[in-house]
Nanobody, 127 residues
Framework: QVQLVESGGGLVQAGGSLSLSCATS????????MGWFRQAPGREREFVAA???????YYSDSVEGRFTVSRDNVKNTVYLQMNSLKPEDTAVYYC?????????????????????WGQGTQVTVSS
């Protein structure tokens, strides 16, 4: 069982920035795509961003140009840098372990392709 621990959430004003981290003790995540998803109150969980083992990145249209996903395989950690935050970015953010090998955008965006999930971290953006 792979355990993921997200951190870095909090309260920020619109236009501000936050950086989320997702840490695991498992070295094997370096062989997998890692994804970020979010769930706002009353809404379904949705794809935010993903990074493959080959460092290809994918983003949802709503965060493209504002969020950046990265990974540090030495530290077994994945990051989500969020800039120009908007109130509609308010949600619980989850990281997850995805498929290994080459991963294309349509595959990276599907939750069913992710096997292990963190507990989530709350991000609240005030207007």
């Amino acid at each position: 069982q792979v355990q993921l621990v997200e951190s870095g959430g909090g309260l920020v004003q619109a236009g501000g920035s936050l950086s989320l981290s997702c840490a695991t003790s498992e070295r094997t995540i370096s062989l997998n795509a890692m994804g970020w998803f979010r769930q706002a109150p009353g809404r379904e969980r949705e794809f935010v961003a993903a990074i493959t083992r080959f460092f290809s990145t994918y983003y949802s249209d709503s965060v493209e140009g504002r969020f950046t996903v990265s990974r540090d395989n030495v530290k077994n950690t994945v990051y989500l840098q969020m800039n120009s935050l908007k109130p509609e970015d308010t949600a619980v953010y989850y990281c997850a372990v995805g498929p290994g090998g080459p991963v294309f955008a349509d595959e990276a965006m599907k939750q069913e392709n992710y096997d292990y999930w963190g507990q989530g971290t709350q991000v609240t953006v005030s207007s």
